[in-house]
């Protein structure tokens, strides 16, 4: 669970015992460039502008905001607009974790991501099963990216060596399939839109290599994604590092 706290610092200092993934930034730039793998946002509400908010959500429409005022009525609107919680000024660790307890998107931690070995998709440790190989493969190609814009052409040479139209067309049959499986399990939004290409929805997921990338360097055995030959790329990186 990653959770992000936009400029109010004692929110950081409440929440230390309570999880070790907490990233306190300052910036809207950064937190822009931040939440689409964030799985909570901490923001307040100034002057009743939402705008900011709005920006976070065409990003990340999962993430769950909790957001902060110092009247009444910033929280009433808060509730107006169905964000996953509010807090009111001055706050205690008590409401903080009341709020966390309650957060709208937490449907997701059932879903698991295996990159070491074969990679997988499983939800309550089944496999989900893939009409076609490729719309696996196109969403092992997004887990790969972490979060990032991977483009329609990107995708046609990566998986089939070459751009063309007939290819482009394909790459989104292979996107509406993988939707659909995902679908049956609502799962269906960790997949996004994106200037022409589509990422990943970072917050949605429990996944070997992100736990890798966040420290957790013995999850790795010396196998990444086996089935893909692209991906011989990033396990050299993988072997490098680890040597």
């Known amino acids: 669970m990653e959770i992000i706290v936009y400029r109010e610092k004692d929110i950081v200092q409440?929440?230390?015992?309570?999880?070790?993934?907490?990233?306190?930034?300052?910036?809207?730039?950064?937190?822009?460039?931040?939440?689409?793998?964030?799985?909570?946002?901490?923001?307040?509400?100034?002057?009743?502008?939402?705008?900011?908010?709005?920006?976070?959500?065409?990003?990340?429409?999962?993430?769950?905001?909790?957001?902060?005022?110092?009247?009444?009525?910033?929280?009433?609107?808060?509730?107006?607009?169905?964000?996953?919680?509010?807090?009111?000024?001055?706050?205690t660790e008590e409401d903080l974790i009341g709020e966390l307890?309650?957060?709208?998107?937490?449907?997701?931690?059932?879903?698991?991501?295996?990159?070491?070995?074969?990679?997988?998709?499983?939800?309550?440790?089944?496999?989900?099963?893939?009409?076609?190989?490729?719309?696996?493969?196109?969403?092992?190609?997004?887990?790969?990216?972490?979060?990032?814009?991977?483009?329609?052409?990107?995708?046609?040479?990566?998986?089939f060596n070459e751009v063309n139209d007939k290819k482009r067309r394909y790459i989104y049959v292979l996107k509406f399939e993988l939707i659909q499986v995902l679908k049956e399990y609502d799962l269906d939004k960790i997949v996004c839109n994106r200037n022409n290409g589509f990422a990943l929805d970072m917050s949605c997921v429990d996944c070997d290599y992100y736990k890798y990338c966040d420290g957790q360097k013995e999850l790795f055995h010396g196998e990444y994604m086996s089935q893909y030959p692209w991906a011989k790329k990033k396990l050299k990186e993988l072997i490098k590092e680890a040597s």
């Open 14 to 91: 409440m929440l230390k015992d309570v999880s070790t993934s907490i990233k306190l930034i300052f910036e809207e730039e950064e937190l822009l460039d931040s939440v689409l793998g964030a799985s909570i946002l901490f923001v307040p509400l100034v002057n009743k502008d939402f705008s900011l908010i709005d920006k976070v959500q065409n990003i990340n429409s999962r993430i769950n905001i909790i957001s902060i005022s110092d009247d009444v009525e910033g929280c009433y609107d808060a509730f107006k607009r169905h964000l996953s919680g509010y807090l009111l000024k001055p706050y």
């Open 101 to 159: 307890e309650n957060i709208r998107y937490g449907e997701f931690s059932a879903l698991s991501i295996q990159c070491f070995g074969k990679f997988d998709l499983m939800v309550n440790g089944i496999s989900l099963p893939f009409p076609r190989k490729k719309a696996k493969e196109l969403l092992a190609l997004l887990v790969d990216h972490r979060g990032g814009t991977v483009m329609v052409d990107e995708i046609c040479e990566i998986l």
